[in-house]
């Protein structure tokens, strides 16, 4: 199993507002994961602690077998994790393509030709060579959270979470994206997992998993 959480529980404030307890949940390389459930109920929390941002109150997350705390959470995030949230996006006063660029390089990419590979994927999702090279503060909410998915999409991180990716998007962008999602996991192998409200992305999930009365049910 690529990532597991083992018996979380978690709560912000005292125990007696916990969450949820005692949380088992599975995700394998090369699918596509869904986090669905009522607002406020903390599906970004559990988020948050599978991309090693915060750790469970009691219990653990596991990367490939070892507990995150064992692996050290900036380590974990370095190596194994890319992280599309919308309050942890893109590096200001950088393009586009240099975002990109800068994340593949951290993440020692083997493409052989980046700036190339970089553009083209950016096309895919509608940002052409012209918005690629502007400075990202100059893009639009929608447009920079497509160039955020490019970059994860570009790192060589084995897992990928994101929240609520499709969040800024119309219909069209919507499709596009959830079309390379399913590529990340499917042909690229990755272990893919996004929060989302929306039905139409959830669908095209491999497993859904619902947050519901502080527990996680797979839907099929
Ligand atoms: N830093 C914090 N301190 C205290 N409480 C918090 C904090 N962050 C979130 N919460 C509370 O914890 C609960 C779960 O929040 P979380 O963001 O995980 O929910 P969510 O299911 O992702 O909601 P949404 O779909 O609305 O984004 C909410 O009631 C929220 O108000």
């Known amino acids: 199993m690529m990532l597991t959480a083992k018996n979380v529980s978690y709560w912000y404030d005292t125990e007696a507002n916990t969450l949820y307890k005692d949380v088992n949940l599975d995700f394998e390389a ?95 999702v509608g940002i052409d060579e012209a918005l690629a090279r502007k400075n990202v503060q100059k893009l639009s909410g929608g447009q920079q959270q497509r160039i955020a998915i490019v970059r994860a999409m570009c790192c060589s991180a084995p897992v990928v979470v994101a929240d609520e990716p499709t969040g800024n998007l119309d219909e069209t962008n919507t499709q596009e994206i959830i079309k390379l999602f399913q590529e990340l996991a499917h042909d690229q192998q990755k272990c893919v997992i996004l929060v989302t409200h929306e039905k139409e992305v959830a669908a095209s999930c491999d497993v859904q998993f619902h947050l519901q009365n502080k527990t996680f049910e797979e839907v099929s």
């Open 30 to 124: 090369g699918r596509l994961y869904g986090i669905i459930g009522s607002s406020g109920a903390g599906k970004t929390t559990m988020l948050t602690m599978l991309a090693g941002l915060d750790k469970p109150r009691r219990g653990e997350i596991l990367y490939e077998g070892t507990s995150l705390q064992k692996i050290g959470l900036t380590q974990y995030r370095n190596r194994y994790v890319s992280i599309v949230f919308q309050a942890y996006n893109l590096l200001p006063y950088m393009s586009a393509l240099d975002n990109v660029l800068t994340a593949m390089q951290i993440t020692h990419s083997t493409q052989d030709n980046p700036t190339e590979y970089a553009l083209n994927m950016l096309t895919k």
